[in-house]
């Protein structure tokens, strides 16, 4: 089993769908959980970054944890094509000495 | 968050040469990682790399391989030596961020195709 595994394969809806991203977890060490968006051909930027179980918002986008289940997702409401990328969550520990990325889901919105 | 900035950005190389790739911080950081991205694939950790001392490696990458200067706080290079068609791949580095060592930011990433 891998550490982190990520969910859907690459997805593509339409402008102004709601987007799920998930990704699920074996190390219950892990306490910090971040998502990071990559465009193409341009390193992954820090998108939203929460601390243990709960909910985070950032205007269009919302971050879920749920560490009992090691879960985690990511909301996209009114997906633009703009938001079109790869989607990385990464998570690590208290001190940040295994940091570890999932695969990665490609987005694409359809105009 | 900070500005990370890398050199090159893309290079053609020819296979058992060897590159050397720049990374520079507009602010002081503790802790620079190097991070490989192979075409579709999400990151692998190569080293991380200290300020005055040894960088430290992962499981798969090695020094005579992957040797990594870090002069001060600011820059660090990684070089891929003696280069083969499988080291074709993205190179990012990428720093903590400031004031919680749990979470990285990245350059914009090296792209490498050997020949």
């Known amino acids: 089993q891998k550490e982190v595994e990520q969910d859907p394969g690459p997805l593509s809806v339409p402008e102004g769908a709601i987007v799920s991203l998930n990704c699920t977890y074996s190390?219950?060490?892990?306490?910090?959980f971040m998502w990071y968006r990559q465009y193409s051909r341009k390193g992954p930027e820090l998108l939203m970054y929460?601390?243990?179980?709960g909910n985070k918002e950032d205007g269009r986008f919302t971050a879920q944890v749920d560490k009992s289940s090691k879960y985690i997702s990511l909301f996209i409401r009114d997906s633009q094509p703009s938001d079109s990328a790869t989607y990385l969550c990464?998570?690590?520990?208290?001190?940040?000495?295994?940091?570890?990325f999932g695969p990665g889901t490609r987005l694409s919105v359809l105009p | 968050s900070a500005v990370i900035s890398q050199k090159p950005s893309r290079d053609i190389c020819q296979r058992g040469t060897s590159l050397t790739i720049q990374c520079q911080v507009d602010?002081?950081?503790?802790?620079m990682f190097w991070y490989r991205q192979q075409p579709g694939q999400s990151l692998t950790l190569i080293a991380t790399?200290?300020?005055?001392?040894?960088?430290?490696?992962e499981s798969g990458f090695v020094i005579d391989k992957f040797p990594i200067s870090r002069p001060n706080l600011t820059f660090s290079t990684l070089t891929v030596s003696n280069m083969s068609p499988e080291d074709s791949s993205i190179y990012l580095c990428?720093?903590?961020?400031?004031?919680?060592?749990?979470?990285?930011?990245f350059g914009p990433g090296t792209r490498l195709l050997v020949l």
């Open positions: 190390n219950s060490a892990f306490q910090y």
């Open positions: 929460t601390y243990s179980s």
């Open positions: 602010s002081q950081v503790t802790m």
């Open positions: 990464a998570m690590s520990d208290s001190y940040g000495q295994n940091f570890v």
């Open positions: 990428s720093v903590e961020r400031a004031g919680s060592q749990e979470t990285q930011y």
């Open positions: 790399a200290n300020q005055g001392s040894e960088a430290t490696y």
